[in-house]
Antibody, heavy 119, light 110 residues
């Protein structure tokens, strides 16, 4: 069965950095577009970033541009999110999600990793 | 930027009843790019409907999506206990390329 496993979350001070990882298994990772989506405690879903399967196309939500960097390593079946200049409002569970493309939605999600930005 | 507004914020119903959830866009959205998710407490979201009306793999036929333009609806014909959850609509735009979620509708047991 398709699996997505996020890691790298934790407590970080305002202004700090963190790198999230998402390990994919049981599907051909290199052929799927991927996304990061976050959810602040008790709040709704917020899309963060998109990366294409292989041609390097990348999109970000406006509030993340310039601070977050999405990347992937298809040889390692892994997705990443480098987060810099973190703010208290970035506190959230961060999910990686497989994009069906087409556009048919995000069909598989990881269980998420919690990022807490606090002094 | 397109804003999706879901209503009601909370819907209180009993098992066996019919649920109707609304998602309204601030400007016209391609039906091809409108999706619904279900999120149960403590779980990741689950894809229910894509293309406004197409059920995702494994989704029971009591879940139905409809609508076009700015008004979309998710209907659950006969509520089962496991259907009580939060539901989100999502849309994709190409210019600028971005994905937007509605704020969610909580479906709770009455």
């Amino acid at each position: 069965e398709v699996q997505l496993l996020e890691s790298g979350g934790g407590l970080v001070q305002p202004g700090g950095s963190l790198r999230l990882s998402c390990a994919a298994s049981e599907f051909t990772f290199s052929t799927y577009e991927m996304n990061w989506v976050r959810q602040a405690p008790g709040k709704g879903l917020e899309w963060v970033s998109y990366i294409s399967a292989s041609d390097g196309t990348i999109y970000y939500a406006d509030s993340m541009k310039g601070r977050f960097t999405i990347s992937r390593d298809n040889a390692k079946n892994s997705l990443y999110l480098q987060m810099n200049s973190l703010r208290a409002e970035d506190t959230a569970i961060y999910y990686c999600a497989r994009d069906l493309g087409g556009w048919a939605g995000f069909d598989y999600w990881g269980q998420g990793t919690l990022v807490t930005v606090s002094s | 930027e397109i804003v999706l507004t879901q209503s009601p914020g909370t819907l209180s119903l009993s098992p066996g009843e019919r649920a109707t959830l609304s998602c309204r866009a601030s400007q016209s959205v391609s039906s091809s790019f409108l999706v619904w998710y279900q999120q149960r407490p403590g779980q990741a979201p689950r894809l229910l409907i894509y293309g406004a009306s197409r059920r995702a793999t494994g989704i029971p036929d009591r879940f139905n999506g409809s609508g076009s333009g700015t008004d979309f609806t998710l209907t659950i014909s006969r509520l089962e206990p496991e259907d009580f959850a939060v539901y989100y609509c999502q849309q994709y735009t190409t210019s600028p390329p971005m994905y937007t979620f509605g704020q969610g509708t909580k479906l709770e047991i009455k």
